[in-house]
């Protein structure tokens, strides 16, 4: 009667993983009532997301995400999806995200400030704080320092959750009402407090931003109608989610490879001093920061931040020679596909090297053999900007400290909305060299 679900809630990504290695590219597994197709080939991954988008929506565990973020970008669908999605978008292009840069670097070099040779410290939580501080700057203008523990301490609650939530939302058509997790309840009003803070502030303040939040205060539907608090507020909450524990997590799991693999940090601290030579980074030299690029890259293959991407399809489809009737759910999981031997040789090594002459882009392998962050229509807004932070951070990071892993701390994978360590990941920061002060004060 529970079919697969006993295992499936004990170790979602180990019984994906043996599944696909069992049963090949496409896999039909029984959750209690509930289908879900998990679809292992990239040919198949570009039909759900590209050729075929239309025919899909969202899967129902999004509906476990909708609880925190109401009707935001990642949650919505049709219409009403593409005309915020237009609204969003121009906040991510290039020349916006290059004006982020600088804001960037001035909060990763007060974080590295702060930190304390030989001192132990958590850097998954050092990561989220000041990802959280980046976001809050540079799309809202908002100093969210002073709130990071409390959204932090919310978030975890709401995420903590997701598993038991997404669970729930596959298995039943109809939502428990958040007030019956009170916890979870106190948390969404605790962000809610914040969020709703934050734009109250900037309603009542004459003073004009250039930032997403002005942009979405400004913006107008077809007849004229601002958006109101309550869309506001899911845009908001939408952003800070998405925007930073992702980030957070990339950089955490990179630091605890590069942690691992002295050979690699070798070479990293090598074109640091060639291309930096002890200043901070600029957006000038990301072309130059190619290795550390390929660092973020690799990384991102084994531990994709976001592990898994489901869709709901609308009409009965083919995949992989199977049919798959409407109404089912799919399951794409970048964690499984992306150490797939036939894409990846030895693929759970950690190996930079692979990105040198990029084997996605020059066609040697199918382009949804790797897909960090997902593809086509939904494609995740704020690649780019997520890239070029990482990328930035990474170099400080790396340039100032070697990072020693503490020894005997467990390195262990959770499964949440993200994939993130579960007890963290201590280390030890040892000093490398000064950055430069006449740096710093540049800006
Ligand atoms: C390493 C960092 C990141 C990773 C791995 C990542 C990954 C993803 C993935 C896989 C999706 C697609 C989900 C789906 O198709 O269902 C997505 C969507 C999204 N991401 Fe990201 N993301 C990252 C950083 C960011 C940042 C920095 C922002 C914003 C500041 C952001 C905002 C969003 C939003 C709003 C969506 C929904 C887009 C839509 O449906 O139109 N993400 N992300």
């Known amino acids: 009667m529970l079919g697969s679900l006993i295992e499936v809630s004990r170790d979602w990504l180990g019984f994906y993983k043996n599944c696909a290695d069992e049963y090949g590219d496409v896999v039909r597994v029984l959750l209690a009532h509930v289908p879900v197709y998990l679809v292992v080939h990239p040919r198949d991954i570009e039909t759900v997301l590209v050729t075929n988008a239309a025919k899909f929506t969202k899967s129902e565990d999004y509906r476990a995400l909708a609880r925190v973020l109401g ?25 916006s995200i290059l004006s982020y840069a600088a804001v960037m670097t001035r909060a990763a ?16 939580e050092d990561m989220m704080r000041v990802t959280l501080e980046i976001v809050g700057r540079c799309l809202y203008s908002a100093e969210v320092t002073d709130a990071a523990e409390r959204v932090g301490h919310a978030m975890e609650v709401v995420t903590g959750r997701f598993i038991i939530n997404a669970s729930l939302a596959m298995l ?22 914040i969020i709703g803070g934050i734009i109250r502030e900037r309603r009542s303040s004459d003073q004009r931003r250039e930032d997403l939040l002005d942009m979405l205060l400004r913006a107008r539907d077809a007849d004229g109608n601002p958006m109101s608090d309550t869309q506001l507020r899911d845009e908001v909450m939408t ?21 691992r693999n002295p050979d690699i940090e070798a070479k990293l601290a090598e074109e640091l001093q060639t291309v930096l030579g002890g200043r901070f980074p600029t957006p000038e030299d990301l072309p130059r920061l190619r290795y550390t690029e390929m660092v973020l890259k690799e990384t991102m293959r084994l531990y994709p931040a976001v592990w898994g991407i489901g869709r709901r399809a609308l009409e009965d489809c083919e995949l992989g020679g199977y049919r798959v009737p409407a109404g089912s759910n799919v399951f794409i999981l970048q964690w499984r596909t992306q150490r797939d031997a036939r894409f990846f040789p030895d693929p759970d090594r950690f190996d930079p090297e692979r990105w040198r002459d990029d084997p996605v882009r020059s066609g040697k392998i199918p382009r949804f053999a790797y897909f ?36 005997g701390h467990p390195i262990e994978i959770f499964a949440s909305v993200t994939l993130r360590p579960k007890y963290g990941i201590r280390v030890i920061p040892h000093c490398r060299a000064a950055v430069k002060d006449t740096d710093r004060h540049l800006h």
């Open 71 to 95: 009707r935001g970008l990642l949650t919505s669908e049709g219409d009403f999806w593409k005309r915020q999605r237009g609204l969003i978008q121009p906040a991510f292009h290039r020349q």
């Open 372 to 407: 960090p962050f997902g593809g086509g229509p939904r494609v995740c807004v704020g690649a780019s900007f997520a890239m070029m932070e990482a990328t930035l951070l990474l170099a400080m990071i790396q340039q100032k400290f070697h990072l020693e892993i503490v020894p």
């Open 239 to 259: 952003l800070f989610l998405a925007g930073h524990e992702t980030t957070a997590i990339a950089l955490s799991w990179a630091c605890y490879l590069i942690a």
């Open 109 to 124: 070099g007060r974080m590295l400030d702060s930190w304390k040779e030989k001192s132990e410290r958590n850097i998954h």
């Open 172 to 193: 039943f058509r109809f939502d428990i009402p958040v007030r019956f997790a009170l916890r979870e309840w106190r948390a969404i009003r605790e962000l809610n407090g």
